[in-house]
């Protein structure tokens, strides 16, 4: 995630009182960690669920927690808002939800609200039944409609023994929002589709042929494009990561999997950008029961195996063949000759952008956090991105390609 987009930016953190406050303390800390200065707000009923002391020692600041305390906090709750880069208030309760709806000013919380002028992230926490009643969905549409980023709440078991909708999302979601409410939306309205991870290309029902890819760097960019506003697909091979919020997520195996899945994608589609590692070749003949070992010849002579493989379909140049107005970037994997491979295939396979990087280095690669790519640009531009984590690279990546939108 990035996280990095928190350093040194001012959040007021409101905290109202639902039973779920106690999370905003993780929300604090993942805030305070990731570099911001936090300031906290609490409601008169938040404060009978966590303590101020807690909120003032992990924020490193004073607490408000009213308009009519002499504290330093309550004093300048004003100037608070006109410093704020952004507001999160979790957990927000249907009191909260309607008192901002309508422009209420009836505590410090939501007389501070109404001199913001920063994103506001609402997290609505409470009953199922709550919830679902339709003054408080009336009253959700209102601050949505005003430009507030509310997050949806979780779904289980919740404090008043009821099941559904209601929970307070995990502080690492709310976080994950945060961000998106932070970042500039220049790809608002595009349809981005991005591949990643390995294929896996069947021998027998138990066996297979495929490759080192983690899939990091494919996640890192579709995530970062839907922070960006885009409506993002994510074809994706196997891979062990958590899915990124929000977006279309199409599962395959295969080489022949991801390519039907790309090019039904691909009219639609403005950015293309293929980060899968897609296997070159796939048994010529899978087996459809398990291949049996051989007894074990007597002597020094060893049994062997001879597996055939055939060529999948090059799904980048095809989408290239194709391509009408779509942007089409891939991505180089190299041992040798890295600018001289890239460029090579940028023709081949008609691309716009080519992100070329040499495997086997420290610092870079398959299943590294970490990538370091040279970008090859269609109209002759070279940009060099040193090392650094995947979600960097992505958004460096995503940088050069939204400036070449038209
Ligand atoms: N690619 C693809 N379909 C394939 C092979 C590759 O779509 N069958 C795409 C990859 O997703 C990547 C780009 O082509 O965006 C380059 O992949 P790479 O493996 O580096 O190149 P290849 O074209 O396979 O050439 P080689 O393996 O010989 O380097």
Redesign the pocket.
Known sequence: MQTMMLKNKNIILGVCGGIAAYKAVELLRLMTKAGANVRVVMTQSALEFVGETTFRVLSENEVCTGLFNTNEASVRHIEWASEADAVVIAPATANFVANMAHGMANDALTTMLLAVTCPVVVCPSMNTHMYENLALQRNIDIIEGDGAFVVEPGSGELACKTTGAGRLPEPELILDRLVAALTRKDLKGKKVLV?AGPTREAIDPVRYVSNHSSGKMGYAIAAAAEKRGGAVTLVTGPVNLEPPFAIEIVKVES?LE??DA?LAHLDESDVVI???????YRPQDPKTSKIKKKDQAPGPKQNSLTLELVE??????L?GEKKRHQFL??????TDDLEA?ALL?ME??NLDM?AANLVGVEGSGFGSDYNKVKLFFRDGTVRDIPSMEKERVADALLDEIATRLT
């Open positions: 591949t080489a991801m390519a790309v293929k980060v899968a590692a897609v296997a070159d999948n379909p090059d799904i980048l140049r989408a970037a891939g991505f180089a994997a190299e491979n295939k081949k396979k080519i």
